[in-house]
């Protein structure tokens, strides 16, 4: 299966710091990416959509202006979490697709971030 | 609002033993369904993915089925192995969006 990279595995940061995570598709052009957040023992909560060269869309309750998302090109797309408090402490996971809607999603390996 | 359900949400069987995980989901307007595997502190790995008009799929030891008009799934893991304790995750794609839409998983416990 396709490869997805996700960068970094793990981060310790300072509240009211920025922590930048990078998520690339290595072997495909990727044309949307999402970032998820999962709190433990529980599911994958969709934070946003991203496609290449345009705006993220956003899930109810996700705050754009604190979840910053860039997908500059068809192999990177980065989730900036900005301002990072405790309560962000998360495991964040990206996806990506190609442009057909029957293919696979092929997933990162996940970061987890604590704020401290 | 497609809503999925995995049953059991754990699951502790002795080595060696068949089992099936269940999915079911409300709307069977979708382009397809995937199943998950993860690991603790891991991303996911995709293990099976079925067409909205397939009806089965397999890999190895494990067969998948969906059965899109009653809105259930079912993941067969054949011989049970301590390596395949983790938990199991089924997503459905919704036509009109690519977005998936998740099952809590069921975690699995296959003891030696």
């Known amino acids: 299966g396709a490869v997805v990279s996700q960068h970094p595995s793990w981060v310790i940061c300072k509240s009211g710091t920025s922590v930048k995570i990078e998520c690339r598709s290595l072997d495909f052009q990727a044309t949307t990416m999402f970032w998820y957040r999962q709190f433990p023992k529980q599911s994958l909560m969709l934070m946003a959509t991203?496609?290449?060269?345009?705006?993220?869309?956003?899930e109810q309750g996700v705050e754009k202006d604190k979840f910053l998302i860039n997908h500059a090109s068809l192999t990177l797309s980065t989730l900036t979490v900005t301002s990072a408090h405790p309560e962000d402490s998360s495991f964040y996971i990206c996806?990506?697709?190609?442009?057909?809607?029957?293919?696979?999603?092929?997933f990162g390996q996940g970061t987890r971030l604590t704020v401290v | 609002k497609q809503e999925v359900t995995q049953i059991p949400a754990a699951l502790s069987v002795p080595e060696g033993e068949n089992l099936v995980l269940n999915c079911s989901f409300t709307d069977s307007a979708i382009y397809n369904l995937q199943w998950f595997r993860q690991d603790p502190g891991k991303g996911l790995t995709s293990l099976l993915l079925i067409q909205s008009s397939q009806r089965e799929q397999t890999s190895g030891r494990l067969n998948a089925s969906l059965d899109k008009s009653s809105g259930r799934s079912t993941l067969y893991i054949a011989a049970s192995q301590p390596g395949d304790s983790a938990t199991y995750l089924c997503?459905?794609?919704?036509?009109?969006?690519?977005?998936?839409?998740f099952g809590q998983g069921t975690r699995l416990t296959i003891n030696p």
């Open positions: 997503a459905v794609r919704i036509q009109g969006a690519q977005k998936l839409v």
């Open positions: 991203s496609n290449e060269g345009s705006k993220a869309t956003y």
């Open positions: 996806s990506a697709s190609t442009e057909y809607m029957d293919t696979e999603a092929f």
